[in-house]
């Protein structure tokens, strides 16, 4: 499941009417709602705050507001851009201010979705993932050559100790166990000893796909 780490925001113009996008996490319906009024009353003066959620992890909870532009130009692909996004928990709010010209029922979809997209990209989103947590252990000579491949792999390090012996505390994708472990023990000549793991999820940061 991906979920928002970070919140963003975006402006476009479209033939001088503003549009603002404020996006936020929500868990439940009412806290969605809640950050739909907060935004509402930060641009009281606005003559549409359109509005989308998608809440849960198979987004059992979606809902969209057109708050008074033509019907279905503003909420619905507002809402299409957060589901293609896949990111859960999540509800956005944008903000139109009026130039003066008319932009017709097309003109308004593509504004309102294309001003999400762009919140959207400004976000930093995180996406939940099995992985192991692996302690492994090993002697002061071969840490530099571990820590080295560490890096080089980009693997996270929760902990280290430093006693008799060496002790890392590992983090990685599930699917990444048997690579990492075959390379620390080469990389060591089978110095390192593997000596706990354990299944747990954890949040990485990815990217928006188009």
Known sequence: MKILLEAGSAEIVEKKSRFIASVSVAT?????????????KK??????????????????????????????????????VLLHSE???????????????????????????????????????????????????????DVGKIQYLLAQKQITVLNSEYGGSVQFELQMQRERLQEITDELIEATCGRVIIKDKKECTFIEKTAIED
């Open 87 to 141: 990111v859960r928990n999540i509800v956005v709010v944008v903000t139109r201010y009026f130039g003066g010209t008319l932009l017709g029922t097309g003109g308004l979809i593509r504004a309102y979705g294309q001003t999400v997209k762009a919140a959207l990209e400004n976000c930093v989103i995180g996406e939940e993932v099995e992985g192991y947590q692996v302690i492994i252990e090993t002697d002061y000579s």
């Open 43 to 80: 641009y009281w003066d606005a003559k549409h705050n359109c509005s989308a959620y998608v809440i849960g992890k198979d987004g059992q909870y979606t809902r969209c507001n057109d708050d008074g532009e033509p019907a279905q130009t503003a909420g619905l692909p507002m809402l299409e």
């Open 28 to 40: 439940t319906p009412e806290e969605a709602q809640a950050f739909i009024e907060q935004v509402k």
